[in-house]
């Protein structure tokens, strides 16, 4: 099974772990609101175990989320299939399915389109393409690979 890890933009990384701090610090806050407050001088004592469970749930899930968007972001192909890992979000498609692999040179993106007319845009480093495509192709050696090159944005090269 070839692994190849999602390549996130440097301001999306920063914009991440900034709320991974702003998360760390909403707990930090949380726990002393809980240490100096007295929930038991409350007219009602169970509104204040309301509010203090909200107030752990809400930046543990983001935590949790932006970890998961940190550590399990990737493409990985085996025998069968095509796997894309966005966090918490995962989907599977079958490589039987897709149709062509397309490398738009002016857009600098990788695109693969399947025989239902879907396609997913593929987001890893440049320096990647030609190995992700070359996992795809050994694959199903019946994928069309096709380069859609800056000058004349008509296909430079096709494989099969």
Same mark, same amino acid.
């Given at each position: 099974m070839k692994v190849f890890k999602y390549k996130f933009s440097r301001l999306t990384t920063i914009f991440i772990y900034v709320g991974i701090a702003l998360c760390a610090i909403g707990i930090g806050v949380n726990v002393f609101a809980i240490i100096t407050g007295n929930p038991a001088s409350a007219a009602n004592p169970v509104y204040p175990i309301i509010q203090y469970s909200l107030m752990f749930l !809400?930046? !543990? !899930?983001l935590l949790v989320i932006l970890i998961a968007l940190l550590v399990s972001s990737y493409y990985s192909i085996d025998d069968t299939t095509l796997k894309t890992s966005f966090g918490i979000i995962k989907s599977k498609y079958n490589v039987k399915d897709i149709d062509t692999v397309l490398l738009d040179r002016t /857009?600098? =993106?990788? /695109?693969?389109?399947? =025989?239902n007319s879907s396609f997913i845009v593929i987001v890893v480093k440049e320096e990647w393409y030609d190995e992700f495509i070359d996992a795809l192709c050994k694959t199903n050696t019946e994928i069309e690979y096709s380069i859609n090159s800056k000058e004349g944005g008509k296909d430079d090269e096709d494989k099969k």
């Open positions: !809400i930046p !543990i !899930i /857009t600098n =993106k990788l /695109t693969v389109h399947f =025989k």
